[in-house]
């Protein structure tokens, strides 16, 4: 069962930038559409970006289009999310996971916060 280790997040100030990283076991990542999914208290858990498996084609929440940028590299077994111009919005633990089916087992999660 492949597992998803989560970092980078952090306490960032509104406008800010924060870069996550996701670390994937297995030998079967570079096959996998990777999604960056994230769940703020009391609402349910969302994907926000994803990316193919090859990453030539990604796609992206309306709300974090222009910037949020999602990103992998198959050599390590890593999926990357660059989030620019935060807002208090963006304010979620952050998840990532297979976009390409429904996920059945969730890693630890890294926490965003957005604030002044």
């Known amino acids: 069962q492949v597992q998803f280790v989560e970092s980078g997040g952090g306490l960032v100030q509104p406008g800010g930038s924060l870069r996550l990283s996701c670390a994937a076991s297995?030998?079967?990542?570079?096959?996998?559409?990777m999604g960056w999914y994230r769940q703020a208290p009391g609402k349910q858990r969302e994907l926000v970006a994803s990316?193919?498996?090859?990453?030539?084609?990604?796609s992206y929440k309306d709300s974090v289009k222009g910037r949020f940028t999602i990103s992998r590299d198959n050599a390590k077994n890593t999926v990357f999310l660059q989030m620019n111009s935060l807002k208090p919005e963006d304010t979620a633990a952050y998840y990532c996971?297979?976009?390409?089916?429904?996920?059945?087992?969730w890693g630890q999660g890294t926490q965003v916060t957005v604030s002044s």
């Open positions: 990316i193919s498996a090859s990453g030539g084609t990604t």
């Open positions: 996971n297979r976009a390409d089916r429904v996920p059945a087992i």
């Open positions: 297995g030998s079967d990542f570079r096959f996998y559409t």
